[in-house]
C-alpha cells in the first residue's frame, strides 16, 4: 500500500475514533446526568414525606394528606421513569464504550502497518544510499589505482 493511502487510511481511522470518543463522552454525561436526576427526585420525595411526617404530628386532615399521598406516587413514577431512562444512557454508554475500543484498536493496527511501511522505506533508502557510497569508494579507488 502506498505511503499516501495508509497516510489517508491513518487520517480517517483516527476522524472515526475522535467521533466514537466524542459519542462515548456524550452518553457517558447523560448516564451521569440521570443519575443526578434520580438522586433529585429521590431527595424531593424524602424531603416531602418529612413534611408530611412534620404536618401529620400538627393534624392533618383527609384531603390534604391525599394530596401529599398523590403527590408522593407522583414522585415515585418520575424515579421510575429516570430509572429507566437511566438505564437506557447506561447501555448506550457501554455501547459506545465498547465501538471506541474497537475502533482503537483499528487505529493501532493501521498505525503498525505504517510504522512497518517506514521501515522497509528507510532500510530501502539506507541501501540506496550504501550501494551509492560504495559506488563512489569504488570509482575512487579505481581512479588511484590507474595512476
Known amino acids: ?13 483516527q476522524e472515526k475514533v475522535d467521533r466514537c470518543a ?7 454525561n447523560e448516564y451521569q446526568q440521570n443519575i443526578t436526576r434520580l438522586q433529585g427526585v429521590a431527595d424531593y420525595r424524602l424531603e416531602y414525606m418529612k413534611r408530611l411526617s412534620q404536618r401529620a404530628e400538627q393534624g392533618l386532615d383527609s384531603a390534604t394528606y391525599s394530596h401529599y399521598h398523590a403527590f408522593i406516587a407522583k414522585l415515585d413514577q418520575a424515579s421510575s421513569q429516570v430509572e429507566i431512562a437511566m438505564h437506557q444512557a447506561k447501555a448506550l454508554a457501554e455501547q459506545s464504550k465498547s465501538l471506541w475500543l474497537k475502533q482503537r484498536q483499528k487505529l493501532k493496527a493501521v498505525q503498525s502497518l505504517q510504522e512497518q511501511r517506514m ?3 528507510n532500510l530501502a533508502e539506507q541501501k540506496r544510499e550504501q ?10 579507488f579505481i581512479r588511484r589505482n590507474i595512476r
Open 22 to 28: 466524542e459519542q462515548l463522552k456524550i452518553a457517558e
Open 1 to 13: 500500500m502506498a505511503k499516501t493511502q495508509l497516510d489517508t487510511l491513518l487520517k480517517y481511522e
Open 131 to 140: 550501494k551509492m557510497f560504495d559506488e563512489i569508494a569504488t570509482q575512487q
Open 119 to 121: 521501515k522497509k522505506l
